[in-house]
């Protein structure tokens, strides 16, 4: 078969799909260091005409850099990949940010993205029950927290300081009979909230305290070391943030961020989350080792814009409600 000139040239200057972007990509995280390089490298596989810069801190204060650079009118970031929605969805009612319409969602669970696609969840950390092995009873569900068993033996990281776990309060606020009744009978019980999930950590498996409330792969993880705990993921459901990722507005090279953005929601972007330890948003990749099958862990729903609404109001529900 003779193929002219003109169309061999024509086909040798179509860009690939590995170089269809390229240039400067800045991205503004809170991953820890090491999974922060880790998806930057893998990126850069996929993409080798991009090279990204990266600035990792925790989320208040990565919002705090880009606030300040936007009042100086000289925003750096062209994609942010942050640990919640709520400060996503403060992002999006400022028109902050950018939606990427053609994401393909179709192996995710709708209600835990944007309907709008202005931002993208990329992994799902719970919150359950890890429990000291010396613990007087095995929990199944968060009421048994406030049982008389558990008595002055609960830790729980401190909404009032947390945004992760302001969103887990508010989640089960929302899902669980009762309401707000729930943290007082927590707060009677004798459970105290203070730090964060380190510090839930250090106190269940020094036993200090025999449970508490504590993201899924801290504890995991450090059961696989040898520490004398377990995780439990509730029968009643878990809360979860969603590391989301986003396009800023004002991206300087917005081709560049929406093959990010790519990258993380495909198959291969959510198995480095895997490979990461961490549960995937992607309904096709299973779990890591460790984790029970993703149809036995209830996630439960909530309302990220009306969190955002009532941020303050919440705290003050909870420091009432725990009498702190």
Do not use: C
Request: proline share 6%; charged share 25%.
């Amino acid at each position: 078969m003779r193929v002219s000139f003109a169309v061999l040239a024509a086909v040798l200057l179509l860009p690939s799909a590995a170089s269809a972007a390229e240039g400067r990509l800045v991205l503004y995280t809170s991953q820890p260091n090491t999974d922060a390089q880790q998806t930057v490298d893998a990126f850069t596989a996929k993409n080798p005409g991009i090279k990204v810069e990266w600035v990792r801190d925790g989320t208040p204060k990565v919002i705090a850099k880009l606030r300040a650079e936007i009042e100086a009118g000289r925003p750096q970031a062209d994609v942010l990949l942050i640990a919640d929605a709520v400060t996503m969805e403060g992002l999006k009612a400022e028109g902050r940010l950018m939606a990427h319409p053609k994401a393909d969602l179709s192996a995710y669970d709708p209600a835990i993205m944007d309907k709008d696609r202005f931002w993208f969840a990329t992994k799902l950390i719970t919150t359950g029950i890890v429990h000291n092995t010396k613990a007087p009873f095995v929990p199944k569900t968060w009421r048994d927290l406030a049982a008389p068993a558990a008595k002055g033996l609960v830790a729980m990281p401190s909404p009032l300081t947390s945004g992760a776990a302001l969103i887990h309060a508010v989640t089960l606020v929302e899902n669980l009979e009762g309401g707000w009744s729930y943290f007082k009978a927590l707060g009677a019980n004798g459970a105290r909230a203070t730090g964060g999930n380190g510090d839930v950590l250090k106190a269940v498996a020094g036993g200090d305290k025999l449970f508490g409330m504590i993201v899924d792969f801290m504890a995991i993880r450090e059961k696989a070391k040898g520490a004398p705990i377990d995780f439990v993921f509730p029968a009643d459901g878990v809360s979860a943030v969603t590391e989301p990722v986003a396009i800023l507005k004002t991206a300087q090279n917005p081709e560049a961020a929406r093959a990010f953005v790519d990258f993380l929601l495909s198959k291969d972007g959510q198995e480095l989350e895997v490979r990461q330890g961490y549960v995937p948003a992607r309904n096709d990749v299973a779990l890591p080792s460790g984790y029970p099958a993703r149809t036995a862990i209830k996630v439960l729903s909530y309302d990220a814009r009306r969190a955002l609404v009532e941020e303050a109001a919440n705290k003050e529900k909870f420091a009432e409600a725990m009498a702190q």
